[in-house]
Protein backbone atom coordinates (compact mmCIF):
# COMPACT_ATOMS: atom_id res chain seq x y z
CA UNK A 1 0.00 0.00 0.00
CA UNK A 2 0.97 3.36 -0.66
CA UNK A 3 2.30 5.79 2.06
CA UNK A 4 1.46 9.34 2.03
CA UNK A 5 3.54 12.11 4.29
CA UNK A 6 2.40 15.97 3.70
CA UNK A 7 4.50 18.66 4.46
CA UNK A 8 4.36 22.48 4.20
CA UNK A 9 1.70 24.01 6.31
CA UNK A 10 2.47 26.59 8.20
CA UNK A 11 1.04 30.23 9.58
CA UNK A 12 0.00 33.12 6.81
CA UNK A 13 -1.77 36.15 7.41
CA UNK A 14 -5.05 36.37 4.92
CA UNK A 15 -3.99 37.31 1.24
CA UNK A 16 -0.92 34.85 1.13
CA UNK A 17 0.29 31.64 -0.52
CA UNK A 18 1.58 28.21 0.53
CA UNK A 19 2.06 25.42 -1.24
CA UNK A 20 1.55 21.66 0.36
CA UNK A 21 3.36 19.04 -0.59
CA UNK A 22 2.82 14.82 -0.54
CA UNK A 23 5.67 12.29 -1.07
CA UNK A 24 4.55 9.09 -1.92
CA UNK A 25 6.23 5.85 -0.96
CA UNK A 26 5.55 4.59 -4.48
CA UNK A 27 5.32 5.84 -8.05
CA UNK A 28 1.69 6.95 -8.65
CA UNK A 29 1.53 8.87 -12.19
CA UNK A 30 -1.05 6.82 -14.13
CA UNK A 31 -1.80 4.80 -11.24
CA UNK A 32 -3.26 6.13 -8.54
CA UNK A 33 -6.23 9.21 -7.97
CA UNK A 34 -4.66 11.91 -5.92
CA UNK A 35 -6.30 14.30 -3.53
CA UNK A 36 -5.99 16.88 -1.29
CA UNK A 37 -8.91 17.03 1.66
CA UNK A 38 -9.41 19.56 4.58
CA UNK A 39 -10.93 19.65 8.07
CA UNK A 40 -11.51 22.29 9.98
CA UNK A 41 -12.49 21.84 14.13
CA UNK A 42 -16.34 20.90 14.54
CA UNK A 43 -17.20 20.59 10.39
CA UNK A 44 -16.42 17.77 8.03
CA UNK A 45 -14.57 16.79 5.56
CA UNK A 46 -14.17 18.84 2.94
CA UNK A 47 -12.26 17.57 -0.49
CA UNK A 48 -10.24 20.19 -1.67
CA UNK A 49 -8.41 19.00 -5.05
CA UNK A 50 -8.19 16.17 -7.46
CA UNK A 51 -6.00 14.69 -9.85
CA UNK A 52 -6.92 11.53 -12.07
CA UNK A 53 -4.07 9.05 -13.18
CA UNK A 54 -4.25 10.61 -16.56
CA UNK A 55 -4.14 14.23 -15.01
CA UNK A 56 -7.46 15.16 -15.07
CA UNK A 57 -8.07 17.72 -12.08
CA UNK A 58 -11.15 18.61 -10.23
CA UNK A 59 -11.68 21.70 -7.60
CA UNK A 60 -13.78 22.38 -4.23
CA UNK A 61 -15.64 25.41 -5.34
CA UNK A 62 -14.51 27.35 -2.24
CA UNK A 63 -11.14 27.25 -3.81
CA UNK A 64 -11.13 27.32 -7.59
CA UNK A 65 -9.12 30.00 -8.68
CA UNK A 66 -7.45 30.56 -6.31
CA UNK A 67 -5.92 26.81 -5.33
CA UNK A 68 -3.61 24.50 -8.30
CA UNK A 69 -3.11 20.87 -7.73
CA UNK A 70 -0.19 18.88 -9.48
CA UNK A 71 2.28 16.37 -9.09
CA UNK A 72 6.02 15.90 -9.92
CA UNK A 73 6.20 12.11 -11.50
CA UNK A 74 9.87 12.20 -10.77
CA UNK A 75 9.84 12.69 -7.38
CA UNK A 76 6.15 10.64 -6.59
CA UNK A 77 5.26 14.16 -4.92
CA UNK A 78 1.94 15.74 -4.99
CA UNK A 79 1.20 19.63 -4.66
CA UNK A 80 -1.25 22.07 -3.43
CA UNK A 81 -0.26 25.72 -4.33
CA UNK A 82 -2.66 27.62 -2.18
CA UNK A 83 -2.91 31.76 -3.12
CA UNK A 84 -5.20 34.58 -2.27
CA UNK A 85 -5.67 32.98 1.53
CA UNK A 86 -8.57 33.34 3.73
CA UNK A 87 -8.90 32.97 7.64
CA UNK A 88 -12.01 30.20 6.00
CA UNK A 89 -8.89 28.20 4.25
CA UNK A 90 -7.71 27.51 7.97
CA UNK A 91 -8.08 23.58 8.65
CA UNK A 92 -6.00 20.21 8.63
CA UNK A 93 -4.87 19.38 4.95
CA UNK A 94 -4.79 15.99 4.57
CA UNK A 95 -3.49 13.83 1.12
CA UNK A 96 -5.23 10.82 0.37
CA UNK A 97 -4.79 8.39 -2.48
CA UNK A 98 -6.91 5.57 -4.23
CA UNK A 99 -5.67 2.60 -7.18
CA UNK A 100 -7.59 3.69 -10.18
CA UNK A 101 -9.96 6.09 -11.89
CA UNK A 102 -12.71 7.39 -9.58
CA UNK A 103 -16.27 8.31 -11.29
CA UNK A 104 -16.19 12.42 -11.56
CA UNK A 105 -19.09 12.63 -8.84
CA UNK A 106 -17.14 10.82 -6.19
CA UNK A 107 -13.83 12.54 -6.74
CA UNK A 108 -14.36 15.00 -3.44
CA UNK A 109 -15.66 12.79 -1.54
CA UNK A 110 -13.36 11.09 1.31
CA UNK A 111 -15.42 8.18 1.33
CA UNK A 112 -13.79 6.66 -1.91
CA UNK A 113 -10.15 7.23 -0.74
CA UNK A 114 -7.85 4.43 1.01
CA UNK A 115 -4.87 5.82 1.31
CA UNK A 116 -4.52 8.99 4.03
CA UNK A 117 -1.32 10.88 5.26
CA UNK A 118 -0.80 11.96 8.98
CA UNK A 119 -1.95 15.92 7.70
CA UNK A 120 -0.62 19.43 7.65
CA UNK A 121 -1.98 22.58 9.69
CA UNK A 122 -2.52 25.56 7.75
CA UNK A 123 -3.49 28.28 9.69
CA UNK A 124 -4.51 32.18 7.94
CA UNK A 125 -4.61 35.07 10.56
CA UNK A 126 -6.71 38.12 9.33
Known amino acids: QVHLVESGGGSVQSGGSLRLSCAAS????????MAWFRQAPGKEREGVATITPAGTVNYGHSVEDRFIISRDTAKNTLYLQMSSLEPADTAMYYC????????????????????WGQGTQVTVSS
Open 26 to 33: EYIDGIYS
Open 96 to 115: AARKGSIAWSARLMSTVYDY
